[in-house]
């Protein structure tokens, strides 16, 4: 098993910035991908960032310029760094990670079986 804990979130006006963690502990080695996903009320979960094998980092076309995700493989910790924040970015934020088999462009929830409790990033205007 494995387990993420994520933090970071909080409340940001428009334009500011934070930067959120996942640590994985637990029967981990090194997870193969990891990678961040947001839901806001009301909406589907969405794929925003992943990292794959601290190779590869895939982004969705609407944070692409704005948030970086990086990893520290030796901690297991991945992190988002979100800079130019909109009122739209408002939402929980999970983390995931996937320690088997994974391809190479992990961009959907399918890819991953383990999943953080999320954190809330609220963006005030």
């Known amino acids: 098993q494995v387990q993420l804990v994520e933090s970071g979130g909080g409340l940001v006006q428009a334009g500011g910035s934070l930067r959120l963690s996942c640590a994985a502990s637990g029967r981990t080695g090194s997870p193969n991908a990891m990678g961040w996903f947001r839901q806001a009320p009301g909406m589907e979960r969405v794929f925003v960032a992943a990292?794959?094998?601290?190779?590869?980092?895939y982004y969705a076309d609407f944070v692409k310029g704005r948030f970086t995700i990086s990893r520290d493989s030796n901690k297991n910790t991945v992190f988002l760094q979100m800079n130019s924040l909109e009122p739209e970015d408002t939402a929980v934020y999970y983390c995931?990670?996937?320690?088997?088999?994974?391809?190479?462009?992990?961009?959907?929830?399918?890819?991953?079986?383990?999943w953080g409790q999320g954190t809330q990033v609220t963006v005030s205007s």
């Open positions: 995931a990670a996937e320690t088997g088999a994974v391809r190479k462009t992990p961009r959907t929830r399918l890819d991953y079986h383990y």
């Open positions: 990292s794959w094998n601290d190779v590869f980092t």
